[in-house]
């Protein structure tokens, strides 16, 4: 038991998260679509009880049949680059995607495929060393086996140091710090085999994501605050007749045009993971001011005089003053600034001729910019009590001739590519 004392510590640390993670999951979700970390959760226990089955019978030899011995450790080497080729491809899902296993993406796979290879082909020329601490293994199987697992943690720093601002800044330390203790443990173990540390590398990866990325429970209180505010939003628009279509369809056009802007490289410096969470989270409360603007006109039937249209228009700037003093208190000061900005200046226009402050060009701040094209095309998309809805092929006329006057050109022209996307989106708020 001397020699696999570590991995019990461990194996109990990891069966008590996964017993947390699946009770909180089965709670908030019941119908659990597997993720990554499920994989990678299962994955890094079965590594867990594999180091320890193989600290065992590494060190009994006279009592531990040779085949026996080498298929523990081939289950054990396996499940050890599993795990980072695991977490390799979650660094990838949480900031750029998967690549699709084609072309390039296809090479992101081949050194864990050659790997599982060449591990299964050389496992019967594995060597058993005595050490000062305990036994352990070396041969071809082993070599290669760590060779691969530093070509995926190199790969894992390389995506966290290029894809650095699509990570939530509250979440990069946590992420540093559970990749700078696997690449620390791993460095050890390679230069010093008979440590057989590598189960707190393992454990501290598994501690590290559910604590910062996975744990159901944040998760669910960060979605009970996102129907909060689309909630009160909805309160607010049922004001003018709307049933909370208009600002889930804006959202939605919202998040698809910042997300194309992005992957064509736009505004990469600002379109951060941040930056788009917010930009989604404040886009329903893009009409909050309207709760100030009486019924009457709200609800006016046929076109508002210059001095309904003057009150209708106030709606803007109250809008500004109602998040100020709602959500001045919360800590995360970028949201609130940037509901803030979407609600005050997204009838703001590109050259200059909107309200309430005259905004011109790049004045005007990015995320209402945005948010101005997604507004204008639902409004003329849908009936209204003072007209009929548009169909389709006038709305998107209508955002293309408001190019360079209303909107933005560049703006203008990535959301008329995402048509198809656009259409989608609005056929699917409209049919549920």
């Given at each position: 038991?001397q020699?696999?004392?570590?991995?019990?510590?461990?194996?109990?640390?990891?069966?008590?998260?996964?017993?947390?993670?699946?009770?909180?999951?089965?709670?908030?979700?019941?119908?659990?679509?597997?993720?990554?970390?499920?994989?990678?959760?299962?994955?890094?226990?079965?590594?867990?009880?594999?180091?320890?089955?193989?600290?065992?019978?590494?060190?009994?030899?006279?009592?531990?049949?040779?085949?026996?011995?080498?298929?523990?450790?081939?289950?054990?080497?396996?499940?050890?680059?599993?795990?980072?080729?695991l977490?390799?491809?979650?660094?990838?899902?949480?900031?750029?995607?998967?690549?699709?296993?084609?072309?390039?993406?296809?090479?992101?796979?081949?050194?864990?495929?050659?790997?599982?290879?060449?591990?299964?082909?050389?496992?019967?020329?594995?060597?058993?060393?005595?050490?000062?601490?305990?036994?352990?293994?070396?041969?071809?199987?082993?070599?290669?086996?760590?060779?691969?697992?530093?070509?995926?943690?190199?790969?894992?720093?390389?995506?966290?140091?290029?894809?650095?601002?699509?990570?939530?800044?509250?979440?990069?330390?946590?992420?540093?710090?559970y990749?700078?203790?696997?690449?620390?443990?791993?460095?050890?173990?390679?230069?010093?085999?008979?440590?057989?540390?590598?189960?707190?590398?393992?454990?501290?990866?598994?501690?590290?994501?559910?604590?910062?990325?996975?744990?159901?429970?944040?998760e669910?209180l960060?979605?009970?605050?996102?129907?909060?505010v689309?909630?009160?939003?909805?309160?607010?628009?049922?004001?003018?007749?709307?049933?909370?279509?208009?600002?889930?369809?804006?959202?939605?056009?919202?998040k698809?045009?910042?997300?194309?802007?992005?992957?064509?490289?736009?505004?990469?410096?600002?379109?951060?993971?941040?930056?788009?969470?917010?930009?989604?989270?404040?886009?329903?409360?893009?009409?909050?001011?309207?709760?100030?603007?009486?019924?009457?006109?709200?609800?006016k039937?046929?076109?508002?005089?210059?001095?309904?249209?003057?009150?209708?228009?106030?709606?803007?700037?109250?809008g500004?003053?109602?998040?100020?003093?709602?959500?001045?208190?919360?800590?995360?000061?970028?949201?609130?600034?940037?509901?803030?900005?979407?609600?005050?200046?997204?009838?703001?226009?590109?050259?200059?001729?909107?309200?309430?402050?005259?905004?011109?060009?790049?004045?005007?701040?990015?995320?209402?910019?945005?948010?101005?094209?997604?507004?204008?095309?639902?409004?003329?998309?849908?009936?209204?009590?003072?007209?009929?809805?548009?169909?389709?092929?006038?709305?998107?006329?209508?955002?293309?001739?408001?190019?360079?006057?209303?909107?933005?050109?560049?703006?203008?022209?990535?959301?008329?590519?995402?048509?198809?996307?656009?259409?989608?989106?609005?056929?699917?708020?409209?049919?549920?």
């Amino acid at each position: 038991m001397q020699y696999y004392k570590l991995q019990m510590g461990c194996m109990m640390i990891l069966l008590y998260i996964a017993f947390l993670y699946w009770k909180e999951r089965g709670k908030y979700h019941k119908k659990h679509k597997l993720r990554i970390f499920d994989y990678l959760l299962v994955v890094g226990i079965i590594s867990v009880l594999f180091d320890g089955i193989t600290a065992h019978t590494v060190n009994h030899p006279d009592v531990v049949a040779p085949m026996v011995n080498m298929i523990c450790h081939m289950f054990f080497l396996l499940s050890l680059d599993t795990l980072i080729f695991l977490l390799f491809l979650y660094m990838r899902a949480i900031t750029e995607g998967i690549p699709k296993p084609k072309k390039y993406g296809m090479l992101l796979y081949i050194p864990y495929i050659l790997n599982v290879l060449v591990v299964v082909v050389f496992m019967p020329q594995l060597k058993y060393h005595e050490g000062e601490i305990s036994n352990y293994s070396m041969g071809i199987s082993a070599y290669t086996c760590f060779i691969m697992a530093g070509v995926y943690i190199l790969l894992s720093w390389v995506t966290f140091f290029k894809r650095w601002k699509y990570i939530e800044r509250h979440k990069r330390f946590g992420i540093f710090t559970y990749l700078a203790v696997l690449f620390c443990v791993t460095t050890f173990q390679m230069i010093h085999p008979q440590a057989l540390l590598s189960s707190i590398a393992v454990t501290t990866i598994i501690i590290g994501v559910y604590i910062n990325q996975e744990n159901p429970v944040i998760e669910e209180l960060s979605r009970y605050h996102k129907e909060m505010v689309m909630g009160f939003a909805t309160l607010v628009e049922n004001k003018d007749g709307s049933t909370g279509g208009h600002i889930k369809r804006t959202s939605l056009y919202v998040k698809l045009l910042a997300e194309e802007l992005r992957h064509r490289g736009f505004y990469k410096d600002v379109l951060t993971k941040d930056y788009i969470n917010n930009l989604c989270r404040s886009a329903p409360m893009h009409d909050i001011g309207k709760v100030s603007v009486p019924d009457v006109i709200l609800q006016k039937p046929g076109k508002l005089t210059d001095e309904e249209f003057e009150a209708m228009k106030q709606h803007a700037a109250k809008g500004g003053e109602i998040i100020r003093e709602t959500f001045g208190h919360l800590e995360n000061k970028e949201f609130t600034q940037m509901a803030y900005e979407v609600s005050r200046y997204h009838h703001e226009k590109w050259n200059g001729k909107g309200y309430p402050d005259g905004l011109k060009r790049k004045e005007i701040p990015l995320c209402a910019r945005i948010m101005a094209i997604a507004d204008v095309f639902d409004a003329v998309s849908m009936k209204r009590c003072y007209r009929e809805a548009l169909p389709l092929d006038k709305c998107f006329e209508i955002i293309q001739e408001g190019s360079g006057q209303d909107f933005e050109p560049l703006l203008a022209e990535v959301f008329l590519d995402i048509r198809d996307k656009v259409e989608a989106a609005h056929h699917e708020v409209n049919n549920l």
